[in-house]
Structures are given as C-alpha cells and as structure tokens.
C-alpha cells in the first residue's frame, strides 16, 4: 500500500538526549514536512524539503535537524537544545502540480521526555 | 491578526444535524484551500481541496470558498457519530509548498 509510514509511534526520550524520528513515503512524492502538533496550539512547521539535498526551516526549527538523503526517506532528530521537546510529530509529503500542493501526513510519532 | 482564525468549539451537536465550520484568514494570496479530519491520536486525512472561490461537493460534505469575504466553510450534512474529530483549515498561495494551517476545530456528533 502506498503511504507515510512514521517510526516509532511511541517514543521516550531523557532530557538532555538526541532522538531521530523516522519517516518513509512510497508515494514518489516530490516534497516533505514534518510538523509538530500540541494542544491549542495547531500544526506548526518544523522542516520541510522540496527536493533530495535540500531543506529548509520552518516557523520553530531551532532545536530540531533533518536530512535528506533520499527521495523516499526523510528524519528528524530532535536534539537536547529542544527546550520543550514532548509533543505529537507528523510527517507529511506532497506533490506539487498545477492544480495545487495537497498535503498527506504519516499516523504520527509522540515523544515524551521524562 | 493571525493569518488563518478558526474557532476552537468544542461543537456538540445530534447526530442528523447540519454542521457548519469555518475559517477566516487575511492573506490574499491564498488560493488553494483544503479541510483535514484528524481522530484522537491520528494523523490528519485531506477530505476535501478547493482551489479559489466556489463550491465543492462529496457526498455529506461540502467545501464553500468566498474569496472577496476571505471566508471557507466545511458543511457536513446528516452528520454521524463517526464523524466526531477535530476538522483543520488549510490554505496557500499556490507559489510555494508551505501550507498554513487553522487551529481546528474540535466536533462531537451525539448519538
């Protein structure tokens, strides 16, 4: 089936570690995202990258790195310098045609530091 | 002035009833407009993309665009207890691959 696939779903993290959220898409999407989403505050922008090699920040990057190495493959490591790392991360990618940019996200990963 | 405002709800409502939801949104350059569904704990789907002013249908649900109000409304017609989720806005001006995104809004439909 093709889709998002985002790993581990669950994941605890000490304060003061580097974790790496993994994200896969077989849709042959161009672009990808990833997201972070807490209560009240909606879906803010972390990382996004329109082609392989390339990224750029989004609204709240600080503390947070990616790469993309491959076309289908594009992870996130949240770093100790997140002050406030616990939260729901979503993946997304998207296909960029005439008619629009649509969006689809991964089941999404939640990280609790303890 | 944020630049996508979407009330928070929470909106209850009987099953069979109409919902109405919305956004506002003050960046003219919009031109593409979606509606997300999330469940508790899910990833968000896409329902429902628009692009520009008018109308779309898809069977319960229908996305209305008013560009010259900058004003999208998601109506859900004889609405189902499976239908109880938080409902995103989404817009961009087309030009670039960022989306911005409504807070959403959270709905219960009661048995």
């Known amino acids: 089936d093709g889709g998002i696939t985002q790993s581990p779903k669950y994941l605890f993290r000490k304060e003061g570690q580097n974790v790496t959220l993994s994200c896969e898409q077989n849709?042959?999407?161009?672009?990808m995202y990833w997201y972070r989403q807490d209560p009240g505050q909606g879906l803010r922008l972390i990382y996004y990258s329109q082609i392989v090699n390339d990224f750029q920040k989004g609204d709240i990057a600080e503390g947070y790195s990616v790469s993309r190495e491959k076309k289908e493959s594009f992870p996130l490591t949240v770093t100790s310098a997140q002050k406030n790392p616990t939260a729901f991360y979503l993946c997304a990618s998207s296909i960029f045609r005439s008619s629009g940019n649509t969006i689809y996200f991964g089941e999404g990963s939640w990280l609790t530091v303890v | 002035q944020k630049e996508v405002e979407q009330d928070p709800g929470p909106l209850s409502v009987p099953e069979g009833a109409i919902v109405s939801l919305n956004c506002t949104y003050s960046?003219?350059?919009?031109?593409?407009f979606m509606w997300y569904r999330q469940y508790s704990r899910k990833g968000p789907e896409l329902l429902m993309y628009?692009?520009?002013?008018g109308n779309k249908e898809d069977g319960r649900f229908t996305a209305q665009v008013d560009k010259s109000s900058k004003y999208i409304s998601l109506f859900i017609r004889d609405s189902q207890p499976s239908d109880s989720a938080t409902y995103l806005c989404?817009?961009?001006?087309?030009?670039?691959?960022?989306?911005?995104f409504g807070k959403g809004t959270l709905l219960t439909v009661n048995p």
């Open positions: 960046n003219s350059a919009f031109q593409y």
């Open positions: 989404a817009m961009s001006a087309g030009s670039n691959y960022k989306l911005t």
């Open positions: 628009t692009y520009s002013s």
């Open positions: 849709l042959n999407h161009d672009a």
